[in-house]
């Protein structure tokens, strides 16, 4: 049921408020909000929501979330706090609207292909905004797909994908993507265990054969573009290695990866063991995995990593050799790990432990030093000291997954199974920021349903922004009408500006494209994308002037052996030139430049029968190939309503046949 607020005093005061805000005259504005409230049934805690989120026409957003966009394959913008959505950025699937895998992108969906195959949806589940110093500098995103183990670049300049990397090693990705605090690698650790390379091996070989990883992408900033031949893994036994963080400040040169079958279960029925749910579960502890990545670094520099499916790899006895890898204990099966502002404690969430538990760096950089050691795992790597490395256990609640930080020593948990939000006290440095005593609860705001990730304004940076915390809920339930059976996943806004135990939920927001998991929140002045291209035949793909990019007067179309060159313009509202005629079987080449220099003048570019359409944005190039091989009559037409003679800007492709 819907809670409804105090109907009294509280309630007149917030109609005062936002009439006096409004300097709608007190009177007549006063009645009128009220009208309005008590026809809609809104409360004095609506009204007050209505009012932190309500966005008039032309307002501008403070915050920018980007959000995994599930099994859209995509990424969704959000503004904060309208909660409006902005855009979404064709990554991992074919988008018509963008052109993407209809004419533009084909190139770049291609270089995710599979062993050759074309895999034309994404399973998105981490963004991660380029880092300067472990804050976030807003210049790149990246997001991996868990499906198929890919990565994704894309440019915050004009938010387009640039690059899709597949992993070589692994089939399903969900550690990733992190990036080191000067975005030097994205981190995109594996998920479910394979073969290295995913050949085929019998499951009853899982030990011997089967392998975790992660891999370290070399990102070229300059570029743009992650660096494959300066990029490499680490093999990892076959633990599930699950979410992952990076180190930064005093703890910067590591990254963590938890984990969630150490029992190394292969699953049951017919095998007589138990199915995977309970024996993935029986072990009373997992382990983190705690990456020292500078040598990891140097040891591949030095040589000393060995190449598997033309990948080069660090061996487990490496890692051990060379002081790479280091375990410790943590509660079973647990979900997120977490790196508070400071680098200083490293939080891992329980899922199916009541309790978060926080490691402190200092002390894993001393039992590393001592070799406090419980013992090794069964490939030989050193398992540091529980005791020696925990610093605090805080009990929360049922269902801990995902944490993130405020900038006065409070940190935030999702809690899954209690449909909650916590927020509770760090201790050491932090203390003194909050009111409360140290590693304790603070409280809790029930979110409608089932949160899997949050997401605080700038909330896993150096310097977290506190103000706003999104839960991203995978059920709705009764939160909105029903779209038939397949409901929306829910977005809350909830408002952690003030101390202590108010943080209302202020804002649902519906997503009914695809389950997102996590989401990153930037201010959104940190962000400088272009609103047009910097010059006229602009390609995107390079970020750089195509010298063959068609220009105005110079359209023409040239024809050798087969081969049929276009260099055509589009303006407002005609095309040039409206008639090519080609014969079947030619191979064709457009090339067209959108000369607008106008924001929003946007056109499009669809040929029909042949699956192209283009979105050309204002000094754009494209370039478009194929085989003219059914002949026929085709009408061309700009598929952006531009202008009022939009329907005027068309041309004929006339296919000559054989
Ligand atoms: Cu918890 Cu993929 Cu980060 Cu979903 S993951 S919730
Ligand atoms: Cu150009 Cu419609």
Redesign the pocket.
């Given at each position: 049921m819907r809670q409804q607020g105090s109907q009294g005093t509280g309630w007149k005061l917030a109609v005062g408020l936002i009439v006096a805000l409004s300097g709608v005259a007190a009177g007549q504005g006063m009645k009128d909000v009220e009208a309005v409230a008590k026809e809609r049934g809104l409360s004095a805690a609506d009204l007050l929501a209505a009012a932190k989120t309500y966005t008039p026409s032309g307002m501008k957003d403070e915050y920018v979330i980007f959000s995994s966009g599930g099994h859209s394959g995509q990424v969704f913008v959000i503004g904060v706090p309208s909660m409006r959505l902005l855009r979404t950025i064709a990554v991992f699937t074919p988008e018509p609207w963008q052109g993407w895998g209809y004419g533009v992108g084909n190139d770049i969906l291609a270089e995710g292909n599979v062993n050759g195959k074309p895999n034309l949806w994404g399973d998105t589940h981490h963004p991660a905004i380029s880092e300067t110093k472990g804050d976030y500098d807003g210049e790149f995103l990246f997001i991996n797909d868990k499906i198929n183990a890919r990565i994704a670049v894309i440019d915050l300049r004009d938010f387009e994908t640039k690059q899709i990397v597949k992993n070589p090693l692994t089939v399903s990705d969900h550690g990733g993507a992190f990036v080191t605090p000067d975005t030097e690698y994205v981190i995109e650790g594996a998920q479910y265990a394979v073969p290295l390379g995913f050949d085929y091996a019998p499951i009853s070989e899982y030990k011997d054969k089967y392998r975790g990883s992660v891999t370290m992408w070399k990102f070229d900033r300059k570029a743009g573009r992650i660096d494959k031949s300066q990029s490499f893994a680490l093999e990892l036994p076959p633990y599930w290695q699950d979410l992952a963080d990076s180190g930064k400040l005093a703890s910067e040169g590591f990254f963590f990866l938890n984990s969630l079958n150490t029992e190394m279960a292969t699953g049951g029925i017919e095998s007589k063991q138990p199915p995977f749910e309970a024996g993935v579960s029986r072990n009373a502890t997992d382990y983190l995995h705690i990456v020292n990545w500078h040598k990891a670094e140097q040891a591949f520099k030095d040589g000393k990593a060995e190449m598997i499916k033309g990948f080069p790899v660090l061996r487990i006895q490496t890692l051990i050799d060379e002081g790479i890898l280091f375990l410790t204990p943590e509660p079973r099966s647990p979900h997120g790990v977490d790196v508070a502002p400071k680098g200083d404690f490293i939080v891992v969430a329980g899922k199916l432990d009541p309790h978060v538990s926080v490691y402190s760096i200092d002390k894993i950089k001393k039992a590393i030093a001592d070799k406090k050691y419980s013992g090794s795992d069964d490939y030989g790597i050193p398992v540091l000291d529980f005791d020696a490395v925990i610093e605090a256990q805080v009990e929360l609640g049922l269902g801990p997954l995902h944490t993130q930080f405020g900038p006065d020593g409070y940190a935030y948990t999702s809690l899954f199974l209690d449909s909650a939000v916590a927020r509770w006290t760090l201790g050491g440095s932090y203390g003194a920021g909050t009111p409360e005593p140290d590693w304790t609860l603070v409280s809790k705001t029930s979110v409608h349903y089932n949160v899997g990730h949050i997401g605080a304004a700038e909330g896993d940076t150096v310097s977290p922004d506190g103000k706003y915390l999104v839960a991203f809920n995978k059920w709705s339930v009764d939160r909105f009408l029903h779209p038939g059976p397949l409901l929306a996943q829910n977005f809350q806004l909830i408002d952690i500006s003030a101390q202590g135990t108010t943080m209302p939920v202020i804002y649902d927001m519906p997503i009914g494209i695809g389950e997102p998991h996590y989401a990153q929140i930037i201010k959104a002045d940190k962000l400088k994308p272009w609103s047009v291209y910097p010059e006229v035949g602009w390609d995107p793909h390079k970020q750089a002037i195509d010298p063959m990019a068609p220009k105005p007067k110079q359209e023409r179309i040239e024809r050798k052996d087969g081969l049929v060159e276009i260099y055509g313009t589009?303006v407002?509202?005609h095309f040039t030139p409206e008639h090519v005629t080609v014969k079947q079987g030619d191979r064709v080449v457009w090339r067209i430049t959108n000369v607008e220099r106008a924001v929003d003048a946007i056109?499009?570019f669809a040929i029909p029968a042949y699956n192209i359409n283009l979105s050309l944005e204002p000094g754009e190039t494209a370039k478009i190939e194929f085989v003219a091989d059914v002949p026929g009559t085709f009408p061309f037409y700009?598929s952006?309503?531009?202008?009022a003679l939009?329907l005027e800007?068309m041309g004929y492709l006339m296919v000559e046949p054989n």
């Open positions: 589009a407002r509202s056109h499009g700009c952006e309503f531009c202008s939009h800007m």
